[in-house]
């Protein structure tokens, strides 16, 4: 009777694990960027969500994660759309920024991706948002 059980207890573990695994996965995962004209937490939001140099990002609590260089920032055309499918692929469900453009704002809307535009200092406003929720 005990042989018959292996398989049960087997498959209890390897479920186990990858839940533990998932949890693990998605721990860091990114939910608010910030467009940001420099690095750190209290950064001034940059006024082009597109051409933001960097973008910071933020977990769902306002805790700050850490900051990437925009690679669409100095690129000849269609930066919108190319930084949203960029911040979908990071896990990013909700953009801070001081202004979006048209073709930015549909490829988010494409994405399911919230936006937001405000100035100030990017650690202030994450907050404020935050407790508006």
Known sequence: MFYKKIPLYFLLIFFGIMMVCWANATEHVACIAV???SQGDGAVISDKAARAAYFL???GSGNYLEAEENPFAD???GAGPKVASFLYAKGVTFVVAGEF???MERALNSYSIKYVMRT???HEIVQALIEEK
């Open 35 to 37: 467009a940001a004209s």
């Open 57 to 59: 990002y933020f977990d």
């Open 75 to 77: 690129a000849p055309g």
């Open 101 to 103: 453009g048209t073709k």
């Open 120 to 122: 100030g200092d990017t």
